[in-house]
């Protein structure tokens, strides 16, 4: 980390994260303060601003209180706003697709992941049985009732993992 200001000044003293390649021992004023660029306005796109930064979890395209992870191919230091509105659009498009189906009242989402589709209740995810993936898009609330009601009655047996031999 490298720092701006002290403690005892009566301005907060600013802090930014050294890049992998940098060390603490080897870096030098220019190259610390270009670490203070962060975060970077880029532009307005759909009236609102598009910021990118570097958070807790990498670096990030901000937009309409909205997170946007950006690729390791983006610099967050050299990102334009030309390279920031399709990752903008593409990762929205990409979590519209994802949902297949909502019920606001009973707190019920389907949802395309990874590994197949799924319910979503309240932070629970719930797999839905194979012979049910086929028509996931026709269930009715009962029947995602249902199938919680399964998973949560016989939950799915944990694999203990082998121990390597050594």
């Known amino acids: 980390m490298v720092q701006i200001g002290d403690v005892s000044d009566e301005e907060k003293p600013r802090f930014a994260k050294l890049k992998n390649t940098q060390s603490i021992e080897t870096i030098s004023f220019d190259e610390a303060m ?3 660029k962060l975060p970077r306005i880029l532009g307005q796109f759909e009236e609102k601003e598009v910021t990118v930064n570097i958070g807790r979890f990498g670096p990030y395209i901000a937009h309409d209180k909205k997170f946007y992870s950006l690729a390791k191919e983006f610099d967050p230091y050299t990102i334009t706003f030309e390279e920031a509105v399709p990752v903008i659009t593409e990762k929205r498009t990409a979590k ?3 949902t297949i189906k909502i019920f606001e ?3 019920l989402q389907l949802l395309r992941g990874p590994y197949g589709p799924y319910i979503k209740e309240g932070l629970r995810n719930f797999k839905i049985p194979k012979e049910k993936q086929e028509a996931v898009a026709d269930l009715t609330v009962e029947e995602i009732k249902a199938i919680i ?3 949560k009655a016989n939950p799915p047996k944990r694999v203990p993992k082998r121990k390597k031999n050594g």
């Open 149 to 151: 009601e399964e998973v």
């Open 34 to 36: 270009e670490l203070f």
């Open 96 to 98: 519209e697709e994802r």
């Open 105 to 107: 009242k009973e707190k």
